[in-house]
């Protein structure tokens, strides 16, 4: 028999979409059934490889992880992966496709529709409960028009919709009362229940303002969620969590410096190191200095490398992260960030933009090629100071160059990967994940004298899974919700 199925839309972005799939997901899966998360649209460039050699967006390679199934490339059929700010690559069912202006998707994504709901029916067919997740906010009416993410999803497969809102930017009442009055009414009649979410406070103090909404709506309230602070230590996918103050702390034996650049990919490889309490991680804009007391520098991923090269040059990065290299510091690479680190940068097939080139910043003496195919696939194997890793490989290129006779590591397969400059201090890898590797971190530590690492951050991540399902199974009527799905 197919599974049953309940939609999640929001009335807007950030407003806690994917964390409460997550932890519902831990939460039906630990009374036995068979969950499977789903997302028809993704907008992201904090990606996951998948166990079937795809990617999808890094929320529900956590949601899959909360149902503790393997991540899929069905749970999330299409992603878009930003470029610039009108433009995005588009991955299908796991797969780059194509890419289009901001203008030409909309013409586009109705001819999406077919993948989105096999992905679907996929899934439907090895599990007892598909949560679906969708996209931005249900009120985009103007975006309504060939919709695969909310609405166009939901009525097209027939699943019923709960919507959330979010208490903690104000204005709940109208954003949930108004998405209502700005739907279709065909499209209105898809919602049957909602949630209010990120309560701070006395819960009593807001019954009436449930019951307003339950009045005003004809929608079933199905829980206020109260803020819960264990929620900050999974992985944040939106690019708005980059927005988030990190924690200062002034005594930290490690400082960490992040140059934040405009196409910025996979940010949450930082996480494990911003949660441990021996290291502060700065993340530094444009206009702003590196920190001269920084022992590190690390340059994350980046959807659009060239673009990005250029821009860390225009914001003057170049200098500072030379002035931190001559004061003793080290200088660490992640994918794009470590082809900006090599002499030259090619583009001649024009995969990330127009056919261009670029010189990098000449720290490391190999260059890279944006040609073939994108390599994704999980890895492991040891750095070169022999300590171990589990991660991920998702780019595309070829680096290849002097620098490369000193890899920074060598996969399970024997295969050399990266490169470390000649003096040591600077280091280059295409592996995504590095720090959740407790014996990885714990290595970078050692090198910066910060001490052993103070968190097992997969546990952590666990812990947080289940604190995260418990908190919601107290605060939703998970029956309710069973009885809406269909």
């Known amino acids: 028999m197919p599974a049953r199925s309940l939609m999640f839309q929001g009335t807007g972005s950030d407003v806690g979409k994917s964390l409460i799939v997550a932890g519902l997901a831990r939460a039906f ?39 503790c199934v393997p991540a899929s490339v069905h749970m999330n059929p299409v992603l878009l992966k930003p470029q610039s700010m009108t ?20 013409q586009i994504k109705a001819g ?35 919709d695969i993410a909310n609405m166009g999803f939901a009525r097209a497969a027939g699943v019923p919709v709960v919507l959330i809102g979010d208490i903690d930017r104000g204005g709940v009442i109208a954003s949930l009362v108004g998405t209502q009055a700005v739907l279709d009414a065909a499209d209105a009649a898809m919602i049957r229940g909602f949630v ?31 803020f819960l602070p264990e929620a900050a230590q999974l992985p944040a996918e ?7 103050a990190l924690p200062r702390r002034p005594g930290a034996a490690m400082r960490v410096a992040v140059p934040v650049l405009p196409r910025i990919a996979n940010f949450d ?32 991923g980046s959807k659009a490398t060239i673009a990005d090269c250029i821009a860390l ?10 002035a931190h290299l ?45 040609t073939g195919d994108k390599r994704l696939e999980a890895v492991q194997g040891r750095s070169a100071d022999g300590a171990a890793f589990q991660g991920y490989e998702m780019h595309i290129g070829a680096t290849e160059g002097p620098d490369r006779a000193r890899p920074f590591a060598r996969l399970s397969n024997g295969e050399a990967e990266g490169a470390i400059s000649a003096d040591g201090r600077v280091f280059g890898t295409y592996v995504h994940g590095l720090f959740a590797h407790d014996a990885q971190r714990a290595a970078w530590l050692a090198r910066f004298a910060a001490g052993a690492p103070a968190i097992g951050y997969e546990a952590r991540v666990e812990a947080a899974l289940d604190a995260l399902a418990a908190h919601l199974e107290a605060h939703l009527d998970l029956e309710s919700l069973l009885r809406l799905s269909r």
């Open 196 to 226: 209010v979410n990120r309560f701070r406070g006395d819960p009593a103090l807001f019954a009436d303002g449930m019951a307003l909404v339950a009045q005003r709506t004809g929608w079933a309230p199905l829980g206020l969620v109260p």
């Open 269 to 300: 490889d930082l996480d494990p190191l911003i949660a441990e309490p021996a290291v502060e991680v700065i993340r530094v804009r444009p206009g702003e200095p590196l920190p001269g007391n920084a022992e590190l520098v690390i340059l994350p």
């Open 87 to 106: 433009g995005a690559q588009i991955v299908v069912q796991g797969r780059m496709r194509s890419s289009a202006k901001a203008a030409e998707y909309q």
């Open 326 to 370: 001559r004061r003793g510091g080290a200088v660490l690479g992640l994918c794009g960030g470590y082809q900006m680190l090599g002499r030259e940068i090619h583009d001649p097939d024009g995969i990330e933009g127009p056919p261009a080139s670029t010189r990098g910043l000449g720290l490391l003496d190999v260059s890279t090629v944006l």
């Open 112 to 146: 999406l529709m077919p993948d989105v709901l096999d992905s679907f029916e996929r899934l439907r067919a090895e599990a007892d409960l598909v949560l679906v997740e969708g996209a931005g906010s249900a009120s985009e009416v103007n975006l309504r028009a060939n």
């Open 313 to 322: 040059r225009e914001a003057g990065f170049d200098v500072d992260i030379a």
């Open 238 to 244: 939106d690019a708005l969590a980059l927005d988030d």
């Open 29 to 67: 899966t630990r009374r036995g059934l068979r969950v499977r998360p789903f997302k028809p649209q993704n907008m992201s460039n904090n990606a996951a490889v998948t166990e079937d050699g795809g990617e999808i967006g890094r929320a529900q390679a956590l949601q899959a992880r909360a149902a």
